[in-house]
């Protein structure tokens, strides 16, 4: 029984660490740029698919780390449990549809939910994903982008505290039961990024 137990615990370890390792420890700007009138630039990869978030599809739980403060020389971290559900291809397949669910909640104290929308366009083969919270019922500006192999790199220009950045997600499949999911701000055109939020996603079987 406790050789039993020790191979389990093994193998969950085994599992965490490898999720853990997805998490990038810088970012890159991959099929983009900025050109020289400041406009972002996006190019979808060879391999850009539409199933290329089928993946997702089911039920999940979820670690994440939140940055306490952004683009502040933070290194205070919070971190929190979810839970996600993912409908899958939607669209006849042009798009994927997903519900995310915690209680921590960095504004005040009530149960924090969102939605995600990605759509694919066959014409560009770029995928733009939306993003809506229950703390402002505002859909942020899409990231666009495409996945390269396992890993997908997705941006926008947005506002920050008044000033104009550039926001990067980053997801990893590589484990596609422990998909890694990581976003990040750039204050200088993409030269150096700061991630504040991050999480591992965990299939439930």
């Not at 205070?76 to 669910?101: A, H, M």
Request: aromatic share 12%; net charge neutral.
């Amino acid at each position: 029984m406790k050789n039993l137990l020790l191979l389990c615990l093994i193998c969950f370890l085994s599992v965490s660490f490898e999720a853990i390792a997805q998490i990038p420890k810088d970012f890159k700007m991959v099929n983009a740029r900025v050109d020289q009138h400041g406009e972002l630039v996006i190019t979808a990869s060879a391999g850009s698919s539409k199933t290329d978030f089928d993946f997702l599809t089911g039920k999940w739980t979820m670690d994440n780390r939140r940055l306490k403060c952004r683009l502040n020389n933070c290194t205070e971290w919070i971190e929190y449990k979810s839970s996600d559900e993912n409908l899958g291809p939607i669209l006849n397949g042009l798009g994927n549809l997903d519900f995310y669910r915690t209680s921590y909640n960095q504004v005040d104290n009530t149960p924090y939910e969102g939605v995600t929308l990605r759509l694919f366009n066959p014409q560009t083969k770029l995928w733009s994903l939306y993003w809506v919270d229950s703390n402002l019922g505002i859909m942020d500006p899409p990231v666009v982008g495409s996945f390269d192999g396992n890993v997908g790199t997705f941006y926008c220009k947005d506002i920050f505290e008044g000033k104009p950045i550039l926001v990067m997600f980053k997801w990893d499949k590589t484990d596609a039961n422990n998909p890694v999911w990581s976003q990040a701000f750039s204050q200088d055109n993409g030269k150096t990024w700061e991630m504040n939020l991050t999480n591992v996603s965990h299939r439930i079987k």
